[in-house]
């Protein structure tokens, strides 16, 4: 019954910001773990960067300093607040949950992030 909603991808020039957010709907517990990961054409997908229920947050080494992640546990939403934006972030972002209770991770459809002129 969880799902991950996710909001906020488009597109945005070089040099801009985009805010992502993604809400677990169907649960009343805070996922032990929220976070992003991302997959640009013809590349794996990769981590961006996660943050635990008391807000122990780790980012990619190639987001670091651009990129911040953050959670709001009444509203089991997470955030990734992204700025100096690249073309190489083009990438197809995805929000992903784990519960730990029933060792289970959710994952989101997906949101399509362009950085282009």
């Known amino acids: 019954q969880v799902q991950l909603v996710e909001s906020g991808g488009g597109l945005v020039q070089p040099g801009g910001s985009l805010r992502l957010s993604c809400t677990a709907s169907?649960?009343?517990?805070?996922?032990?773990?929220m976070g992003w990961y991302r997959q640009a054409p013809g590349k794996q997908r990769e981590f961006v960067a996660s943050i635990t229920s008391l807000r122990s947050a780790t980012h990619a080494d190639s987001v670091k300093g651009r990129f911040t992640i953050s959670r709001d546990n009444a509203k089991n939403t997470v955030y990734l607040q992204m700025s100096g934006l690249k073309p190489e972030d083009t990438a197809v972002f995805y929000c992903y949950a784990r519960w730990e209770l029933v060792q289970r991770d959710y994952w989101g459809q997906g949101t399509q992030v362009t950085v282009s002129s």
């Open positions: 169907g649960s009343i517990f805070p996922m032990d773990v």
